[in-house]
């Protein structure tokens, strides 16, 4: 009997009609092996991941494969998205015992949870240096039936390994000046002048390092940060990894030009990428930037939102190319003959040309993937955008990748944070309240009565999983995000009741250091605790960022003290190892810079002079500064306390340090005192 079937996770349904009998990840399952004496195999993946479908339905979906695993395991089917907990935990032991890692991840476990043998994708073939699936479960039965005691010694071995293994705290003292020019010195080292981004294939978008890059330049005038953060962006939005006609960012791009991209489109980067380039054009005042940020928010809105008014996970790298095939990219790519078809052959001509597409293809099968390469040739505007246009109505035709359609609390709250801002910034008011639809779906069905997170929901429902970090921190970001945009004191309490909740349960009070689960939550063989970014923010630099802001916004010494012991870890991660503490280091130099607090005192909320000043305030280039707008007395927000109108029209107050310059009435003089 397969156990899948009532589950709320996309990916998990996907595996419901399989021969396995699969169990979610409870603590039946353990039980069950343990009555059957019997190993646990754990299978970890997600909906968008390609390797994950292909092993399912290699060997998960075959007949003979399933009754073996059936007869000789208890098999764990888990969505890494709804539960990043287990994921941390065994990838972590995954990696320590082979070097790397990856979905989908193959873990075979004691009854007690204890990893002893590990993996990733196994093929159904042997191929040179990887056994086959088969050869591998054969291989774990024979030694569990017959080297039982040897089993027992290296699993003990692994979890002890796992529980020694300490995180390099630093002194509790976050980065100075110092460490930030040395991690800037650092990523010059590994920036590839050529292409853009860091290091070689596959090449991931670098978001959180880009932040840092940003701000960094902001506090700084570094023109050499903000040279690698422009020529990143310019790269990456010319590349196939960005969707020339949809808008959207996929996954990576498995080479390094940005040519071929790992096609799935998931939430969190789109999310992140938009706020980067949005962050590009208030520095730089950049038209590519300006168009990149409003048609990554248009995807979004348009491909992610669900009826509730969250955001979905992720599109599918694979779909249907026409035959009954699913195959990775089919939905994307484009042959020569196929645009001839669609536009006639002289517009063509001209479409391939402009969107390189070649007789040999970029991609497979006579294929290529739509970029925009750099040429000398002129291109009628108009021609172009009819071009596109048709292009997009033809591929609309096509059948569309598969929607994971859970809501995930922590990407939510950045998709908040990016659709608030750009929003903002583009005078796009529909962009803003798309977030405000998030973030009120978040409170209504993630929240509960003690202000605790559920991590995922579904169609409406809440799901059983509880929130982990990350989540409090970003949904957090968010509605800050969301409360100096709006003006709506709310999104700041709410905001301070996630962040109760990261001091009370998720914070060592001895020294300060994070931990990825609640002091309550489930035990697992160990606690998840990695204050390095992955495809996000780490959940503890995530959390140090909002703590900070919300500081900022209401003068609390305990939160600024907690994100300035957080910040410790970088001040030691920092200056080694920038490319994978980028959102860290961003927060360092908002800590740098004060944050400034921003105070504008509205005559009215909605007159034009207010509105300008508030406007001015939210494009200022200070790294984390805040911004409270409300009319004069009132208490939506500490920091407009005591803060009158001049001369009976509206204000800004900025401070800094516990100093405070004079309020001012001109947004020019409020964009220099926020640009210097």
Not at 423 to 439: N, Q, S, T
């Amino acid at each position: 009997m397969n156990r899948l079937a009532g589950v709320t996770s996309p990916y998990l349904l996907q595996h419901a009609d399989n021969p396995v009998d699969w169990w979610p990840w409870e603590q039946g399952a353990f039980e069950e092996a343990r009555r059957r004496g019997v190993p646990v195999l754990l299978s970890v993946g997600y909906s968008a991941c390609h390797w994950c479908h292909v092993m399912a339905h290699e060997s998960f979906e075959d007949d003979v494969t399933a009754a073996y695993l059936n007869e000789h395991f208890v098999s764990v089917k888990v969505d890494r998205e709804e539960r990043p907990d287990v994921d941390a935990v065994y990838m972590e032991a995954v990696q320590a015992a082979t070097g790397q890692g990856g979905w989908p991840m193959t873990v075979f476990l004691t009854p007690d949870a204890e990893p002893f043998y590990f993996g990733t994708y196994f093929p159904p073939e042997a191929r040179p240096g990887m056994p086959s699936f088969r050869q591998v479960l054969e291989g774990v039965s024979t030694a569990w039936r017959d080297r039982r005691d040897e089993v027992a010694e290296v699993a003990g071995k692994i979890v002890k390994d796992l529980s020694e293994r300490e995180i390099a705290f630093g002194t509790g003292t976050a980065p100075g000046d110092q460490e930030t020019a040395q991690a800037l010195l650092e990523l010059t080292r590994a920036y590839d002048p050529q292409r853009g981004g860091f290091g070689g294939a596959p090449k991931f978008p670098p978001s959180m390092v880009l932040e840092f890059l940003l701000r960094h330049h902001a506090r700084t005038g570094a023109e050499g940060a903000l040279q690698m953060a422009q020529d990143t962006c310019e790269r990456m939005a010319r590349g196939g990894i960005y969707d020339q006609l949809g808008g959207g960012f996929a996954r990576y791009s498995v080479d390094r030009d940005w040519i071929v991209p790992h096609f799935e489109k998931m939430l969190y980067d789109n999310a992140l990428l938009c706020r980067v380039y949005a962050h590009l054009w208030r520095a730089t005042g950049s038209e590519q930037a300006r168009r990149i940020a409003l048609e990554t928010a248009d995807f979004m809105v348009r491909e992610l939102r669900t009826e509730q008014g969250g955001f979905a996970s992720a599109l599918d790298a694979d779909s249907d190319d026409g035959t009954g095939r699913h195959v990775e990219g089919a939905y994307y790519a484009w042959t020569p003959a196929q645009l001839t078809e669609e536009l006639g052959a002289d517009d063509a001509r001209i479409a391939a040309h402009y969107f390189g597409v070649t007789d040999e293809g970029t991609f497979e099968h006579g294929a290529s993937v739509l970029q925009l390469p750099q040429q000398e040739s002129v291109f009628d505007a108009g021609k172009i955008d009819s071009i596109r246009q048709r292009l997009l109505a033809a591929r609309a035709g096509r059948p569309a990748p598969g929607r994971d359609d859970k809501v995930v609390a922590a990407w939510n709250g950045l998709a908040v944070a990016a659709l608030a801002e750009t929003g903002a910034y583009f005078d796009r008011p529909d962009l803003v309240d798309a977030a405000v639809g998030a973030a009120d779906l978040l409170v209504r069905l993630h929240l509960d009565e003690q202000a605790r997170l559920a991590r995922t929901s579904k169609d409406g429902k809440a799901g059983a999983n509880a929130g982990v970090l990350e989540d409090y921190a970003d949904v957090a970001e968010g509605f800050l995000t969301l409360a100096s945009v709006t003006g709506e004191g709310v999104w700041l309490e709410f905001a301070g009741f996630l962040l109760d909740h990261v001091l009370a349960r998720f914070t060592d009070p001895d020294t300060g250091a994070l931990f990825d689960t609640a002091a309550d939550a489930e035990r697992l063989i160990r606690r998840p605790q990695d204050p390095t970014d992955n495809a996000t923010p780490s959940g503890w630099t995530a959390a140090a960022g909002a703590l900070l802001g919300y500081a900022a916004q209401t003068g609390s010494a305990p939160h600024r003290a907690a994100a300035e012991r957080a910040l410790g870890v970088v001040r030691t991660l920092g200056p080694r190892v920038p490319r994978f503490v980028g959102w860290g280091l961003a927060v360092a130099e908002a800590l740098l810079d004060g944050p400034r607090e921003v105070a504008v005192v509205a005559s009215a909320a909605d007159d034009t002079a207010s509105k300008a000043l508030h406007r001015t305030a939210l494009l200022g280039l200070a790294p984390g500064a805040v911004v409270a707008y409300g009319t004069a007395g009132s208490d939506e927000f500490p920091l407009l306390a005591d803060r009158p109108l001049v001369d009976g029209g509206p204000a800004a107050y900025v401070c800094r340090h516990f100093t405070c310059d004079a309020p001012t009435t001109d947004p020019v003089k409020l964009r220099t005192t926020l640009s210097s």
